[in-house]
């Protein structure tokens, strides 16, 4: 697998692929069309506060990712959120996630990792559990403006 950050070129399959993750059970709630572009945007402009990747198998985009940092008192330093793994159906199972995490863990540096799933997303606990991640005993809450 080959793993690159997005181009320009990437917006209408990353789009598709974005629309398609938050159509899924593996999130809470669906998103307005104008926050995958905007954040496109802001990936492709550069931004400290994250990157977006895009997945290739055999010269065939395959899923994207998403990370987004911060930085954690607790944690001694910089937090990376692994917000987004999408690996399009075609090519689940065939390790592509497994190297989206080695690849973040070996190519950014940071105090901290961090994830998150819907509960009965065991599939993918599995996956977070096999490369190191342990449950995190925090309830989360939001307020969106």
Do not use: C
Request: charged share 30%.
């Amino acid at each position: 697998m080959t793993i690159r950050k997005i181009t320009k070129n990437d917006k209408p399959i990353y789009t598709a692929m974005a629309k398609d993750f938050y159509s899924s059970p593996a999130v809470l709630e669906n998103i307005p069309e104008e926050n995958i572009t905007s954040s496109f945007d802001l990936f492709l402009a550069g931004t400290p506060w994250g990157d977006a990747f895009i997945f290739e198998s055999e010269g065939q985009v395959a899923g994207y990712g998403v990370l987004a940092y911060t930085h954690s008192q607790e944690a001694g330093g910089k937090v990376v959120w692994i917000e987004e793994i999408y690996i399009k159906k075609e090519y689940r199972g065939k390790g592509l996630g497994s190297e989206f995490l080695e690849f973040v863990k070996e190519s950014i540096p940071a105090k901290r990792y961090r994830l998150e799933t819907e509960p009965e997303n065991e599939r993918a606990a599995a996956l977070y559990r096999r490369h190191g991640f342990e449950h995190f005993e925090y309830v989360n809450y939001k307020l969106d403006r």
